[in-house]
């Protein structure tokens, strides 16, 4: 099971980080906000541990909206299935930048810096999410190292995979899930945390399914 902490320094994407924090096509933000983000951009190195951990497992069947993974892994989701549908494989993945970033947010709202907390609780989302894309890219390498594509990557709570998959999705990782834990009520804990799969299939066809395509839902965040 690959597995691994990066200690390298991201590059931060601030643009993103504004979105995350509300401002759209016609909201500018002030200097001040500008001023915070690129000093805490320029230190976010200090307040991460970022690691990762992912496992490949064989796709064994897909009936209707239901996808049998190995390991008795089962994946509720019509728009699951219809990702796994060509591939014989698919990537299970659990990453986090750590817990010390959301320690330092929420100490931050106590002391009533909203706005410092709000700031950094954004980069710690891009953060996460350029993570997400470095792990993607390793699993893409593996694949391609063998013939093969991967799809999009897809996490419990996008379109109709139900939140609660996550149960599933942690199931799958054997135990190793790169010192994030699961709540009962299915959130992960540290708090800035990415669990997923990506699909592993023919080159040229598991890549080509976007849901987003044929979706009306304009403002969901994770539209691709």
Known sequence: ?????????????TEQVFKNMGYGTDGV????????????SDNICHLIEPSYSYVIRDVNAVRGSRVFIE???????NIISRLLEECPKVAVFVLTVGGR???VVRQLSGDGLMVQAAVLDA?????????????????AREAEAEGL???????????????SQ???????????TA????TDGCLMIPQKSISGIIGIGPAGKVESYNPCLTCNKRDCRGRR
């Open 29 to 40: 933000p002030s200097a001040r906000i500008e001023s915070l983000v690129q000093e805490y």
């Open 1 to 13: 099971m690959p597995k691994s902490s990066i200690r390298n320094e991201f590059d931060i994407d």
């Open 179 to 182: 010192g994030v834990r699961l």
């Open 149 to 163: 594509g991967i799809s999009l990557r897809f996490s419990p709570g996008y379109c109709d995979w139900k939140v």
């Open 166 to 176: 996550q149960k599933m999705v942690f199931r799958a990782m054997g135990g190793d």
């Open 101 to 103: 970033l959301g320690e």
């Open 123 to 139: 980069i710690g989302s891009d953060t996460a999410e350029t993570l997400a894309h470095v792990v993607q890219d390793i699993i």
């Open 71 to 77: 390991g008795s892994i089962t994946f509720r989701s």
